[in-house]
């Protein structure tokens, strides 16, 4: 799947810290076969992709949408469609799917949102192939 995750209060918190387990999460979806994105309404974010040396496992950054989500990704440059989206607001998870993350937890540490995302792409997963079996 092409996996996107939204940046602020989704990877990391208001004061620029990366959510625990990030980057294993990112390298286990990464070598079961997904694709890994950032998107962001504020724009591509590379300077987080730097800063938290995430270049081996993200594989593109993009604008995000924040309204006609669908209808606006051309013109966003979006050239990849987001099978599964993370995002600590509503609307993007209703449009494509995915995981709705709660913001960061306090202390940061006892965090375990990125260990949930995993466990619901797997469910996920496990409920489309199901569905495939059951149609075909
Ligand atoms: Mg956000």
Redesign the pocket.
């Given at each position: 799947m092409n996996i996107f995750f939204?940046?602020?209060?989704?990877l990391i918190t208001w004061d620029y810290r990366l959510r625990p387990h990030t980057h294993d999460v990112l390298r286990r979806l990464q070598s079961e076969g997904h694709t890994v994105y950032l998107w962001s309404g504020m724009g591509k974010r590379w300077e987080v992709v730097e800063r938290f040396a995430l270049h081996d496992v993200i594989a593109g950054c993009f604008d995000k949408p924040l309204y006609n989500h669908v209808a606006r990704l051309p013109e966003l440059g979006v050239s990849v469609w987001p099978d599964y989206v993370i995002?600590?607001?509503a609307e993007p998870v209703e449009v494509f799917g995915g995981y709705h993350i709660p913001s960061p937890r306090t202390p940061l540490h006892e965090d375990d949102e990125m260990l949930r995302v995993y466990d619901h792409i797997q469910s996920h997963l496990a409920r489309r192939t199901g569905e495939q079996e059951a149609a075909g």
């Open positions: 939204d940046v602020d209060y989704t995002d600590d607001h």
